[in-house]
C-alpha cells in the first residue's frame, strides 16, 4: 500500500498548496508526489533523469494533470504515458481550468480517464477532489498486476 | 408596183416598227420576230438563239398561222442543236445563209447529217429559208422559214430577199433589245451596289460608334507587322497616348521591352492557334502609372483562314484586383485577430482563474485555520473575498461564453425550441430542487439554428425568468410561437418581477443590469449573449415588461426569406 501514490502534475504553486490540502480534507491519506512540468512528470513516470533512481514499488494509482504545464504541455504527456507499454494503463484525471470544448475533447482523444475543471470555490473544489479520491482510489479496481 | 412587192412592204415595214416596239421586251420581240417572217412568206418561222458560247443553238419562238402545225413545230423544236448540225451550218457555214426552194431528199442525203435529214422528212419540207443573224461582229441566231404547203408556188429569190430583210431587222432588233438588258442589268447591279455600299457604311458607323463607347480598350493590329491599325477613346484614355500617335506603331514604340515582349508573343499565339486567347491579369504601364488589365485576343482571318487582324478588347481591371488584395489584406487581419480573441479567451480561461482561485482557497483556509484570530470582523472580510473572487469567477465565465458565441462557427439544423426549453427547465429544477415553478411548453417547435448557440440562449432566458420569478407566489413561464407578417416569433414569458419599459433599451448591453446584485445575483452578460445569438442567426431580440407584471423576451431567428 504504501507505494502506491498519487502523481500530482501542477506548476503553480497556490494550485499545489490547495490541492494538497483538498486532498487532506478529503482524509486521503496516500503519498502525493508532486511534480512541477511535463518533463519531470515523465522522467517519473518512466524512472529516468532526475527521477532516475526512485523506487520501482513506487507505483502512480492516479495522476493528476494539469494541461498548461512548462516545457512539454499536458496532452504530450499524456500521450506519451499512453504510448508506453508499461505507464498505458495508468489512471489519469485531467485537472485544468480550461473548459474549451477542444481541450475536453483532445483530452479524452488521447486517453485520459477524466476530465475535471478546478472549481473557483474552494468549497466547491474539496468536493471535486474527495469525490475523485473517492473513485480512483477506493472504489476503482485497479488492473491486476 | 406588183401586189406582191407591196405586200411584203406593208410585212417589213409593220414587222421593223413592231420590232422596235418590242426593244424593252424581249420575249415579245421573239414572237413578234417569228410571226412577221411567217406571214411575209406564207410558212412557217422558227427562231434559234446561239448560247454565249456561239456554238448551241436553242429554239426560242415558233409561229404558223395553223395553230396545228405551230404545236407539231414546237415539238420538233425543243431540243438545242449545235449550229454545225444546223441546216445552215451544214449547207452554207461560210456565207450564213442557206436557200433550198425545192428540198430534194436524194440531194440532201447527200450534204446533211441523218437528224437533219430526218427532221426534214418527217416534217414533209418541201423547201427552206435558214439565215445566220450577224450584228455588229456578234452571231446572234438563225431565223428559219420553212415551207411545207405544196399547193403553194415554191419560195423564189424574192422571198429569199424578203427573209434575209427581215432576219437583218430582226438582228438589229435583238441586239438592241440586249444591249437595252444589258444596260439595265448594269445599271441595277450599279443600283444595289450603291445600296450595299450605302449598308455596309450603316453598320461601319455602327460598329465605329459602339467602339468609340464602350467603356474598354479596343485595339486592332495588322497581323503582319502588329502594328496598331485601330484603336478606341477608351484604349487612348487609358494608355494617355492619342491614337494619331498609336496608328503604324507597334507595342515596341511605347511599352518597356519586356512588356512588349509579352504581348507581342501572346498576340503571336493567337494569330498562330487561330483562336481565342483570354489573358485574365497583365500588367501594362501607362501614362497614368501601372494598370492590370484583363485581355481577350482574337484572331481575324481573311476569306482562306489566313489570320489578318489581330483584335484585342481589354478591361481595366486595376480596381477591382486593388479591391481583391484589400479585401483578403482585411481578411487576413480579421483571421489573425480571430486567433489572436481564441489565444486570449483561452488564457483568460486558464490563467486569470488560478490567481481567483487561490484567493477564494486560501480565504476558505484562513477561515478555517486561523478562525479565532481573525475575529468576526476579520472572518466577514474573508467572507467577502471570497464572494468577490466567486463573482469574478461567474463574469469571466460569461465574458467566455459571449466570445465563444462569436466565434463558433453556426450551423443551421433542425432545432425543437420547446426540447430546448424543457431541458433549460430541467437542469434549473435540478440546482434548486425546492422550487415548483409552473412551465408551458408543449408538444414540438421547430426552427432552423445552431443547436449549441440556441442551447445557451434558452439556458439564459429560461434562467432569466426563472431567477426572476423568486419571489411570485405562483411562479410561471412559458414558450410560445405566433407568426407576424409570415415571421416566427418567439416569446419566453414569465409573471416575475417585470421591469421598466424606460430601461429596456440597455437590457440586451453587456454589463448592463436592471437590479442590484442583492435583489437578484446575476453578471449582466447574459442578455447581451442572447443578443449575439439571435443576431448571428439574422434574427433580433426585444423585450417588453412592466413592474411586478412580469416580462416577455421575443426574438426571431430570420426564417422570413427562403429558409
Known amino acids: 500500500m504504501n507505494g502506491q501514490v498519487i502523481l500530482l502534475v501542477e506548476d503553480n504553486r497556490d494550485d499545489e498548496e490547495l490541492t494538497l490540502r483538498a486532498l487532506a480534507k478529503s482524509n486521503i491519506t496516500n503519498r502525493v508526489v508532486v511534480v512541477r512540468d511535463g518533463v519531470e512528470a515523465l522522467d517519473w513516470m518512466f524512472r529516468r533523469g532526475m527521477h532516475a533512481g526512485r523506487p520501482e514499488t513506487d507505483v502512480a494509482q492516479v495522476l493528476l494533470l494539469d494541461l498548461k504545464l512548462p516545457k512539454i504541455d499536458g496532452l504530450e504527456v499524456l500521450r506519451q504515458i499512453r504510448a508506453n507499454s508499461a505507464t498505458k494503463l495508468t489512471p489519469i484525471v485531467i485537472l485544468t481550468s480550461s473548459v474549451e470544448e477542444q481541450d475536453i475533447v483532445r483530452g479524452y482523444d488521447f486517453g485520459a480517464n477524466s476530465y475535471i475543471r478546478k472549481p473557483v470555490d474552494f468549497t466547491q473544489f474539496v468536493d471535486a477532489v474527495k469525490q475523485l479520491g473517492m473513485y480512483w482510489l477506493v472504489l476503482n479496481q485497479p488492473v491486476p498486476r | ?563
Open chain 2, 1 to 563: 408596183m406588183t401586189d406582191r412587192l407591196r405586200v411584203a412592204l406593208t410585212e417589213v415595214s409593220t414587222a421593223a416598227s413592231a420590232f422596235s416596239e418590242s426593244t424593252t421586251d424581249y420575249d415579245q420581240l421573239l414572237a413578234a420576230i417569228t410571226r412577221s417572217c411567217a406571214r411575209a412568206l406564207k410558212s412557217t418561222c422558227s427562231l434559234s438563239l446561239f448560247d454565249d458560247d456561239e456554238v448551241m443553238l436553242t429554239p426560242v419562238a415558233g409561229y404558223d398561222d395553223d395553230p396545228k402545225v405551230l404545236a407539231a413545230l414546237e415539238v420538233m423544236l425543243q431540243k438545242p442543236r449545235h449550229y454545225e448540225r444546223s441546216l445552215v451550218g451544214q449547207l452554207s457555214p461560210a456565207s450564213g445563209n442557206a436557200f433550198v426552194p425545192e428540198v430534194d431528199l436524194a440531194v440532201m442525203r447527200e450534204r446533211l447529217a441523218p437528224d437533219a435529214l430526218e427532221f426534214l422528212e418527217i416534217a414533209n419540207i418541201r423547201g427552206f429559208i435558214a439565215i445566220t443573224m450577224r450584228v455588229r461582229g456578234e452571231t446572234l441566231g438563225v431565223l428559219t422559214v420553212l415551207q411545207h404547203d405544196r399547193t403553194r408556188p415554191p419560195l423564189d429569190d424574192f422571198d429569199h430577199e424578203i427573209a434575209t430583210h427581215l432576219a437583218n431587222l430582226a438582228g438589229f432588233a435583238l441586239s438592241n433589245a440586249r444591249l437595252f438588258r444589258r444596260a439595265q442589268a448594269e445599271l441595277v447591279g450599279r443600283q444595289s451596289a450603291e445600296q450595299i455600299a450605302t449598308d455596309l457604311r450603316a453598320s461601319e458607323a455602327l460598329l465605329d460608334s459602339v467602339l468609340e463607347n464602350i467603356p474598354a480598350m479596343v485595339f486592332m493590329k495588322d497581323a503582319k507587322e502588329l502594328s496598331f491599325v485601330r484603336f478606341n477613346r477608351a484604349g487612348e484614355e487609358l494608355l494617355g497616348v492619342p491614337r494619331t500617335q498609336l496608328i503604324g506603331k507597334s507595342d515596341f514604340d511605347f511599352f518597356p521591352r519586356d512588356e512588349a515582349e509579352f504581348f507581342v508573343a501572346k498576340d503571336r499565339e493567337t494569330l498562330r492557334a487561330n483562336e481565342v486567347v483570354d489573358i485574365p491579369e497583365e500588367p501594362i504601364r501607362t501614362a497614368a502609372g501601372e494598370r492590370w488589365l484583363h485581355t481577350r485576343k482574337v484572331p481575324i482571318t481573311d476569306e482562306h483562314g489566313k489570320p489578318r487582324y489581330l483584335l484585342g478588347i481589354s478591361h481595366d481591371i486595376t480596381r477591382q484586383k486593388r479591391d481583391m488584395e484589400l479585401l483578403e489584406a482585411a481578411r487576413d487581419v480579421a483571421e489573425a485577430a480571430n486567433k489572436e480573441l481564441e489565444a486570449f479567451s483561452y488564457s483568460v480561461a486558464h490563467d486569470l482563474r488560478a490567481p481567483l482561485r487561490a484567493i477564494d482557497g486560501f480565504s476558505q483556509a484562513l477561515l478555517e485555520d486561523c478562525a479565532e484570530a481573525l475575529g468576526e470582523t476579520g472572518r466577514d472580510y474573508c467572507k467577502r473575498v471570497r464572494a468577490s473572487a466567486q463573482r469574478m469567477a461567474a463574469l469571466i465565465d460569461d465574458l467566455l461564453m459571449l466570445s465563444r458565441v462569436t466565434r463558433t462557427i453556426a450551423r443551421s439544423q433542425n432545432v425543437d425550441l420547446c426540447e430546448l426549453f424543457r431541458t433549460s427547465v430541467a437542469t434549473l429544477q435540478a440546482s434548486e430542487p425546492g422550487r415548483t415553478v409552473e412551465t408551458e411548453a408543449t408538444g414540438m417547435l421547430m426552427a432552423l439554428g445552431d443547436p449549441k448557440l440556441l442551447a445557451i440562449m434558452f439556458d439564459n432566458l429560461v434562467g432569466n425568468a426563472w431567477k426572476f420569478t423568486a419571489r411570485s407566489p405562483s411562479p410561471k413561464i412559458s414558450l410560445r410561437m405566433t407568426k407576424v407578417n409570415g415571421e416566427c416569433v418567439y416569446c419566453i414569458s414569465d409573471n416575475g418581477v417585470g421591469f421598466d419599459m424606460a430601461y429596456s433599451h440597455k437590457l440586451f448591453g453587456v454589463f448592463n443590469r436592471l437590479h442590484t446584485d442583492a435583489e437578484f445575483p446575476g453578471t449582466g452578460v447574459g442578455l447581451a449573449t442572447v443578443h449575439r445569438i439571435v443576431t448571428r442567426h439574422g434574427g433580433r431580440a426585444w423585450a417588453e415588461g412592466e413592474v411586478g407584471e412580469g416580462a416577455r423576451f421575443y426574438f426571431t431567428l430570420g426564417d422570413t426569406k427562403g429558409r
